[in-house]
């Protein structure tokens, strides 16, 4: 479950979300390996760009509004 973790982290640092974003993620990424049925570097590599795009667009929202 660490490792699985820290590959999440390594992932979610390499695109670009804050210490901050990294650090709120680490239930939902561990529930997203339970649905998943695994905790690989695939599955915390497939959460981080889901994560992050979130993130990102959640980003760009808030800046056309703002």
Request: hydrophobic residues 40%; positive net charge; aromatic residues 8%.
């Amino acid at each position: 479950q660490d490792d699985y973790l820290g590959i999440v982290e390594h992932w979610l640092a390499e695109l670009g979300c804050s210490p901050r974003e990294i650090a709120a993620t680490h239930e939902e990424a561990l529930q997203w390996a339970l649905s998943r049925g695994s905790r690989s570097g695939r599955v915390a590599w497939q959460f981080a760009r889901d994560v992050s795009g979130r993130l990102r667009a959640a980003g760009a929202a808030r800046a056309k509004r703002g």
